[in-house]
Each structure stands twice: as C-alpha cells, then as structure tokens.
C-alpha cells in the first residue's frame, strides 16, 4: 500500500494524547463514610470493573476512528508500479520495412499492427512512435492516425540494436518518470541478432508479430548472359524459400510494353531467359506474380546506348594490338608520339597508355598526375632502354615502389589474381592452374609496395601491378622481350582496364548501397544534373571531371523504377533502382531466451498488461467508510455498555 499524501500519517502521532489521559486519571476522589458500607462495597466493585471495560473499548474505538479518518486524508492506494505519483512516457518502435508486407492471420503484418495500436491507444494520451523512416515526438495516436494510415514500407531497414537505441533516445532524461517501450516487429533473421541490456529505468515489450505463411517467391537479379551484333540474351535468376511454384509466368516489359512472357518451374532457384534486339535502349521492368512479398515481384533495369571510351596512347613504338582491342564500336583511340602530344587531350580522355618511352619528360609526369586526379586512369609500361631515374620519378609520383636496374633474366607470368576487378567479372570460367604460361626476357625488378598485385612472376614479384588509377608493368610488352601479346590474356586485362576507367551505368542499382557510376558529359561546374521519375525529383552527390561526372548515391532514391538522369530538361540517359533483396528471406528469430523484454505477439495484451500495471485502486473510501462504522460503534458503546 502507498499513500499520495505520506507526510499526513505523521497525524498519528496524536493518538498519544488521548492515550496518556486514559493512563494518568486527572479526577479527584472525595471520601464519603457510611454506617453500613457492605452492600456498598459490591456496589462499588461491579461498578468499577464495568467502568473500566467501558473505557478502554470507548479509548480503542476513538483510537481507530482517528487513525481511519487520517489515513483517509493520506489517500491510500495499491498498484504494481508507483504510478499515482509518477508521469508515464510511451514510445513505440513499429518496424514499417518490406517483409511486414507478410501476411498474418488478419492481413498485412504493418496494416493490422497499425490498426491495432488505434485501437488500443487512448486518444489522448501522450506517446511518441518512431519507425525506420519517421518520428512522431510527444503526440497522440489521434494526432497522427491519418499518418498511420498512410505509412508507407521503407527499404531502409534498421538493424534492431539500431531501432532499440532510436527508441530509447526519444525518452526525456527525467527520472522520476514511468517509461515503457512497445518493439513491434517480425523480427526477421538478419546479420545481425538483437541483444538486449538491462536497463531498470525502461519496461520493454516486445510485440513479436508472426506469419502464418513462411512461402515467398522473388525476382533475385538479372544479368546479360550473352551479347552479339545482332541479339541480347537476358538471364533472370528465381527463387523461392519453401514450396515448388509451378509455371509461374514472368513477364518483360519495355516503357510499359510487353515484350515477352515466359513460364518457369522453381524449386530453390530457377532462370529463364529473354532475348531482346543489341543496340536497342530498353527501360525494362520484369514481374512475376506472387501473393506473399509484393516488393520483390518486380525488377527494373535499362539499357542505355553506349558511351564510347576515349583511350589515347603515348608512344613512340608499334601499338598495333592497342588498335586491335580498342575497335571503333566501342571506343575513340588516338595515338600520339611524345614529339606531337598535345597537352590539352588529356582533357577528354578517359584512359592514357604511356606506351614504352624511353623519356619521361617532368611535364609528362606532371600532366598524367593532374590526369589521375580528375579521375582518369593510366597505364605505364617500361622501355628496354629507359631512363630509369625518370621511371622512379613517376612511380614516387603516384606512391609505387621503385625500378631497380633492368635484369637480363627470363622469368615466367604464372600468378592470375582472380579475385581482382579486372578478371573477377565472368572473364574466366574457372580458375586455371596449368596455361601456356607468358614469358620475358627482361625485366625491371620493382620495390615492395602497398600496390595490388594483377599478375606476378613465378617468384611473386609483381608484373602488373595497380594502386587507384594506375597501371604499372614491370617490363616491356614489345615482341622482342615477350610473348604476352600472344596470350589471350592481354585482351581483358586492357579491355577492363578501358572500360573500368569510365564507370558506366549497369543495368539496376540496390537502393541502400554506395552506388557510383560515371555520366561521359562535358559541362560547366555550375551545372546540376537531377534524377527524376515522375514527381520524385533528387539532386545526388556529383563529382565534376573535365569529360564526365561521377553520381554517388545510397539511401535516395528511395522508391524502385527507372529513373532519368536530367540537365536541366534534357534526358541524358536512364538509371534504374531496385529494392535490396534481402528483405525477401522469410525466416525470423526465436526470442523464446531473450532476457530483459516480456515478449508477446499481440500489441492488445501489451497494452492491457501495461493499463493493468499502472492501474491504482484507491482505499481512502474504505477507510471512511471504517471511520463512520466505528464512530457508530463508539456511540453504541456509550450508550447500551454499563
């Protein structure tokens, strides 16, 4: 039991008075003398002992009387928590990301929790609700039903260490303050798990929201598997979590048309694929039709034409296999000696190959340096009769170890990093370990460095090395000194190499990933260039270089689709978004161990348990009620009791 008005029960103390009355007898007595005292005398007695009886029942009464009628005025209560003094702070975590699309025995997991807190949430009480995507601070639920409502999925799915902590900080930093903390999820299985610390101050609830089909069937990624002259073959990967779906139709959409439709059997994972004309710019959409998740059932993607790459070669040697892998379709190759260079080039280009000169001029250096810094690329590869002190002053320039005098030694290229950019995309189908290995006969021994090593020799001192945008071969690539012009690997090393040095748009990007890609435009440093579908209009991060800008984006846009990428009201080409997939695996957490949160799965007994928890009977009625009872004793004593 506590009191609202504690300071009053010090009244109590008052009952002392009428207790040292009752034992210290104030009156007087007066002696009287009788001739015949006997019958008196038991007179006397009787009399005295009921008198006595009568008092100390009248003094118990009054005793009891008083203390009701000051514990009355102390207003006692009884309740779980010390909730009659004490304000009460609400903050609800409802998690609105994609796999609360799943259906539950009521319907969409988020739909019916959002019902269910309007049901159960009194209209006016203060609370504050935070999701991954918005916060609701010191409101009501009627304040912000229509918001509710209208809540939207988010692909920006926080991790619920992260979500717990956003909650907790939305708590004032009073202490005398009753906090309760509804977590409302699905708690599907993510990277990472929830651990929950103790924390005396906060009572957690976790509602746990559950689904009564696991089944889930999704668009997981397309790919281009094949290209020509005249034809694209499309590959789109399927999956599912449990059941066999059977002649799930997929369908192919160009600007809203569709191209084609195809029928697939999926156990695990399937594929089917399209073919669709080259040479064509397609802003594609690809769906399927599932009843559980509904964001994966739909994948975006485009294709743009094709921004031909700007390679320029320095050279005073024979580049007749730099001619034969830069073809026209694909790229703008030009080809200068040092004695015609012209400087100004290298404001267009987007790859420059230093093609075995004997002379490094300091301006060269200096130039291909300032190069690299607007986010060009280059190759350097060594001359048989260089001058070795301009080759170290290029390497310090761009952070490699330096050349050691050539050595006369043949050595073999048997180390393939797989792993690297270059090679790690498709270029082989599996890992050789037993090739026509590429020789040469001289070499530059290079100092160890902080460079990745592309391809070594057989001792692993490196023969293509890169460190950010540069190239460095350790020795020349001519006839005379190798045959690694001869070996179909040097047509994907400087292939990638070309088209890694302009990060062209693929065909979809992840919404929530550091996404980066190049737009080949030549503007002005005021320009801005927009992303826009429809009414959504974003502004991304943009680096400008002399011959293209680099876009950066993560969490916007936030909506799927094809975008267009815009200056000003010109279309310079499209880019496409897609929702992260990993919202689409439908298995969950076992909270059954958790420790420090009561977990339930109904947000109408969290609410019920946390109504009981602070509910306060009051007792000053019942002590009343006693006061008046035993008043009605007392006067029933002093009046019937001789």
């Known amino acids: 039991m506590q009191f ?29 003398y009788f001739t015949n005292v006997d019958f008196l005398k038991k007179v006397q007695l009787q009399t005295r002992k009921s008198s006595k009886i009568k008092k ?15 514990i009355a005025f102390a207003q006692p209560y009884t309740s779980k928590t010390d909730a009659f003094n004490a ?27 959002i019902q269910d807190l309007i ?36 692909s920006n799915q926080l991790s619920y260490n992260a979500a717990l902590l956003k909650a907790k900080k939305a708590f004032s930093n009073q202490t005398n303050t009753i906090k309760n903390l509804i ?22 609830n976790i509602v746990k929201l559950n689904t009564v089909n696991k089944d889930n069937t999704l668009i997981d990624s397309v790919y281009l598997s094949k290209q020509d002259a005249n034809k694209i073959e499309l590959t789109v990967q399927l999956k599912n979590n449990q059941s066999v779906s ?17 029928s697939v059997d999926i156990k695990g994972e399937a594929s089917t694929v399209f073919s669709i004309p080259s040479n064509q710019i397609i802003n594609g959409k690809i769906t399927i039709e599932d009843a559980q998740l509904q964001f994966d059932n739909t994948l975006y993607f485009n294709i743009n034409q094709p921004s031909k790459i700007n390679v320029l070669a320095v050279s005073n040697a024979k580049t007749d296999y730099l001619n034969r892998i830069f073809t026209e ?6 080809l ?36 690299t810094n607007k986010g060009g690329s280059v190759i350097f590869i060594p001359s048989l009769k260089g001058n070795l002190s301009n080759y170290n002053t290029f390497l310090q320039r761009f952070n490699f170890g330096p050349f050691s005098n050539l050595v006369t030694t043949e050595k073999r290229i048997t180390t393939i990093n797989y792993a690297h950019p270059l090679y790690a995309n498709g270029v082989f189908e599996k890992r050789v370990d037993n090739f026509q290995y590429p020789k040469v006969d001289r070499f530059y021994p290079k100092a160890t460095d902080l460079a990745s090593n592309v391809l070594q020799f057989e001792d692993s001192k490196p023969f293509l090395s890169q460190k950010g945008l540069v190239y460095v071969f350790s020795a020349p690539i001519n006839s005379v000194n190798s045959n690694f012009k001869s070996i179909n690997l040097i047509v994907p090393t400087f292939y990638n190499i070309a088209k890694q040095s302009l990060n062209t748009s693929t065909l979809y990007y992840t919404i929530g990933q550091n996404n980066s890609y190049d737009v080949a435009v030549n503007f002005q440093q005021d320009a801005v260039l927009t992303i826009v579908n429809k009414d959504d209009k974003i502004i991304p991060e943009q680096h400008y270089f002399n011959n293209k800008v680099v876009i950066k984006t993560s969490e916007l846009p936030s909506k799927s689709g094809v975008y267009d990428l815009k200056n000003k009201t010109e279309i310079i080409q499209n880019v496409s978004y897609n929702y992260d997939r990993s919202e689409s695996n439908l298995s969950y957490l076992n909270l059954d161990n958790l420790k420090n949160g009561a977990v339930s799965n109904s947000i109408t007994t969290v609410f019920d348990t946390i109504k009981n928890d602070a509910k306060v009977n009051e007792l000053w009625k019942w002590f009343v009620i006693l006061a008046i009872v035993l008043l009605i004793i007392e006067m029933l004593i002093l009046k019937y009791f001789k």
């Open 4 to 32: 609202k008005n504690p300071e009053l029960l010090y009244a109590l103390f008052l009952l002392l008075i009428p207790i040292i009355v009752h034992l210290f007898q104030l009156r007087k007595f007066q002696k009287e």
């Open 56 to 70: 100390w029942l009248t003094l118990l009464t009054r005793l009891l009387l008083l203390a009701a009628i000051i």
């Open 87 to 113: 304000q009460k702070e609400t903050v609800i975590y409802l998690d609105n990301s994609f796999s609360m699309q799943a259906k539950g025995d009521k319907g969409e997991l988020l739909k019916r929790a």
């Open 119 to 154: 049901e159960s949430i009194p209209e006016t009480e203060k609370l504050s609700l935070i999701t991954n995507t918005e916060s609701y601070r010191n409101t009501t639920i009627n304040a912000i039903k229509n918001e509710l409502l209208q809540l939207n999925y988010s």
């Open 183 to 204: 977590f409302i999820s699905d708690f599907q299985q993510k990277n990472t798990g929830f651990e929950v610390k103790k924390d005396s101050s906060i009572t957690l």
């Open 246 to 262: 059977e002649n799930l139709p997929v369908s192919l959409y160009n600007n809203g048309n569709l191209l084609s439709k195809a």
């Open 329 to 334: 379709d694909e790229f703008n190759f030009t």
């Open 336 to 371: 200068k000696t040092t004695n015609t260079l012209d400087y100004s080039l290298f404001d267009t280009q987007n790859l420059i190959v230093v093609n075995e000169i004997d002379a490094l001029p300091e301006n060269l250096t200096t130039a291909l340096k300032s190069f």
